[in-house]
């Protein structure tokens, strides 16, 4: 946990704790670049605006690394141009301040259950990064059908984790709230293929009919 923020690091560090994680705390980046040093952690929950060396600079270095933690970002930012930085810098997952603690403990537990899952088993034409959001699910006609997590996400499709199944073959339209966009969004797809997860019922989505905007949000994400 990297914040400058000294009551919301322990107050988070007991959280999380008490769930049974073990929990190592730094004030700003550098400290917690020595930390990483001495001990690689399973994830890294880092804010962005701190001194001596800023979130950004904690990004940059973890992304030389040959196999970097899963990081969550918990920031302030509320721009689009700061969630862009942070995803295609190497962020898996962001969180804007305030927040409620149960959706940052929802959010680590997912990163972490994702790590250690076996690989999707659908064919790809393109790979996918893991990215751990809540996502709006909607009929093709546009009618809302359930809250579910986005898992990771490529330009083509995306795994959906939900608590009821989907069909195979059935059409969807994913509703992704971005940080700093007006209205969420709307990127539809067919689900390949479904079966039990740990967290309900996991989906292999193909999107198809990306509009401009999507297209746009899902280049600047992915860098292609």
Same mark, same amino acid.
């Given at each position: ?55 950004? &600079? !904690?990004?940059? +270095?973890?992304?030389? @690394?040959?196999? =970097?933690? %899963?990081?969550?970002? $918990?920031?302030? *930012? ?75 996400? &490529? !330009?083509?499709? +995306?795994?959906?984790? @939900?608590?009821? =199944?989907? %069909?195979?073959?059935? $059409?969807?339209? *994913? ?50």
């Amino acid at each position: 946990m990297v914040d400058d923020e000294a009551e919301l690091r322990r107050l988070l560090a007991w959280i999380l704790t008490d769930l049974g994680h073990d929990v190592e705390t730094a004030a700003d980046g550098a400290l917690a670049l020595q930390s990483v040093e001495a001990h690689m952690p399973d994830l890294m929950i880092l804010d962005i605006l701190m001194p001596h060396v800023d979130g950004w &600079g !904690v990004l940059a +270095a973890l992304h030389k @690394l040959p196999a =970097p933690p %899963p990081v969550l970002v $918990l920031t302030g *930012l509320v721009e689009y141009p700061a969630f862009v930085k942070a995803v295609r810098e190497g962020a898996s997952a962001f969180l804007v301040k305030p927040f409620r603690f149960q959706d940052l403990v929802s959010t680590c537990q997912r990163m972490l259950d994702a790590i250690g899952e076996r690989p999707d088993h659908e064919r790809r034409r393109d790979p996918r990064r893991l990215l751990v959001t809540d996502v709006d699910l909607l009929s093709a006609e546009g009618t809302p059908l359930a809250r579910g997590d986005l898992v990771n996400l &490529g !330009v083509r499709g +995306a795994r959906l984790d @939900l608590g009821v =199944p989907l %069909p195979e073959g059935e $059409l969807v339209r *994913l509703a992704i709230n971005v940080p700093g966009q007006l209205r969420p969004l709307r990127i539809d797809g067919h689900v390949q293929w479904q079966r039990p997860g740990d967290h309900g019922f996991a989906h292999g989505l193909s999107f198809f009919g990306i509009g401009e905007r999507e297209a746009e949000f899902l280049t600047d994400i992915l860098g292609r």
